[in-house]
């Protein structure tokens, strides 16, 4: 049986949702990271991201102007950082001041790598869509790269803002992704 509720309590169903850092470089060289839960893979070949951000964030304002970032996946030890960056804006604080994380220079676009994290994807946006309170930017994949971390290792958000990793209990299951017909 299904009850009615208020939208916003039954949008927390989605969680744990994982959590994506991404990287912008504005043009006068300054780094923003700004964390996303509104992110997936949207097309194979070629490879791109789909990254939801907030109209008034800094990121988007980056984004329309430079059409460059990094889609970084951080891992668990970076949460502290991926919190603070969270949770402030880079309208007029420079955030690289104040966390930890150390970058590495990327190879075809300006904004860094995050070392240590579990994989970092360099994209280009391709599109750019309004999505009401948000802009959906469409970013191909143009080079990729990976640590020895493990995805289990990867950051979730379980609720707002309680971020934790995910382990997978018991057996998984396989399942056929190439259908017939
Ligand atoms: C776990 C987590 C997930 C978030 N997901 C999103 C998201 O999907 N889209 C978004 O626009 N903001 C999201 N935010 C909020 C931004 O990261 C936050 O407002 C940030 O300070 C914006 O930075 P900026 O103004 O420098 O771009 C999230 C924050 C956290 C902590």
């Known amino acids: 049986m299904l009850k009615n509720n208020d939208i916003e309590g039954v949008v927390k169903y989605r969680f744990p949702e994982a959590v994506a850092l991404i990287i912008t470089k504005n043009k006068t060289g300054k780094v923003d990271l700004c964390p996303v839960g509104f992110f997936t893979l949207a097309s194979w070949e070629p490879k791109a991201w789909v990254i939801s951000v907030y109209k008034t964030h800094y990121t988007t304002s980056v984004l329309k102007d430079t059409k460059e970032f990094v889609l970084c996946l951080p891992s668990f030890e970076q949460v502290e950082d991926v919190?603070?960056?969270?949770?402030?804006?880079?309208?007029?604080?420079?955030?690289?001041?104040?966390?930890?994380?150390?970058?590495?220079?990327?190879?075809?676009?300006?904004?860094?790598?995050?070392?240590?994290?579990?994989?970092?994807?360099?994209?280009?946006?391709?599109?750019?869509?309004?999505?009401?309170?948000?802009?959906?930017?469409?970013?191909?994949?143009?080079?990729?790269?990976?640590?020895?971390?493990?995805?289990?290792?990867?950051?979730?958000?379980?609720?707002?803002?309680?971020?934790?990793?995910?382990?997978?209990?018991?057996?998984?299951?396989?399942?056929?992704?190439?259908?017939?017909?």
């Open 83 to 181: 919190l603070y960056c969270g949770s402030v804006h880079g309208w007029k604080i420079d955030k690289t001041k104040n966390i930890k994380l150390k970058f590495i220079q990327s190879k075809h676009i300006k904004p860094p790598l995050i070392d240590n994290s579990i994989a970092c994807f360099e994209c280009k946006v391709a599109e750019e869509y309004d999505a009401m309170d948000h802009v959906l930017f469409l970013g191909e994949v143009v080079a990729s790269y990976e640590s020895n971390k493990n995805w289990k290792d990867k950051i979730y958000n379980w609720d707002d803002k309680k971020l934790g990793t995910l382990k997978l209990g018991g057996k998984s299951k396989k399942i056929n992704y190439s259908p017939v017909g």
